[in-house]
């Protein structure tokens, strides 16, 4: 019985996870269309859009392939 337990706990842990991660992907993308509004804006400058967006795209895309990695467990 606790090893049913101890299954159910871990398949628990790497929903929650995998939910955690979707909500930053989805938060990293709002954040690119919001520098690129603020660089269309003239709020940032060009080189810093694309170093923020950058790092932006690199978590996000890291994220995405965490999230395909766990939902194939």
């Known amino acids: 019985m606790q ?3 101890s299954i ?3 398949i628990r ?3 929650a996870s995998l939910r955690k991660s979707e909500k930053k992907v989805a938060d990293y993308s709002k954040g690119i269309r919001e520098l690129y509004m603020d660089k269309v804006k003239g709020l940032i400058s060009e080189s810093d859009y694309v170093e923020m967006s950058k790092d ?3 978590d996000r895309d ?3 392939c965490v999230i ?3 939902q194939k467990q």
């Open 62 to 64: 890291r994220l995405e």
């Open 3 to 5: 090893k049913r337990e």
């Open 13 to 15: 842990g790497t929903y």
């Open 8 to 10: 159910d706990y871990k």
């Open 56 to 58: 932006f795209t690199t």
């Open 68 to 70: 395909t990695d766990g």
